[in-house]
């Protein structure tokens, strides 16, 4: 795998766990529904990038 990809999955990674880290701090309790937006936010951001550098180098 080459740097540039590794470097997006951080880049990535930093970003949406400040997010995620801003969001909770600003909560005073975390609800279900909380934790179902911090999963699927996950899910639309580093599912996409898998499929498409991952996956797809190992073919």
Same mark, same amino acid.
């Given at each position: 795998?080459?740097?540039?990809?590794?470097?997006?999955?951080?880049?990535?990674?930093?970003?949406? $766990?400040?997010?995620?880290?801003?969001?909770? $701090? $600003?909560?005073?309790? #975390?609800?279900?529904?909380?934790?179902?937006?911090?999963?699927?936010?996950?899910?639309?951001?580093?599912?996409? #990038?898998?499929?498409?550098?991952?996956? +797809? +180098?190992?073919?």
């Amino acid at each position: 795998m080459r740097f540039s990809i590794i470097l997006r999955f951080i880049i990535l990674g930093v970003l949406w $766990a400040l997010l995620c880290y801003m969001h909770v $701090a $600003a909560k005073t309790t #975390m609800t279900l529904l909380d934790w179902f937006w911090l999963l699927a936010s996950f899910v639309i951001i580093f599912v996409p #990038m898998y499929k498409k550098y991952i996956k +797809n +180098n190992r073919k």
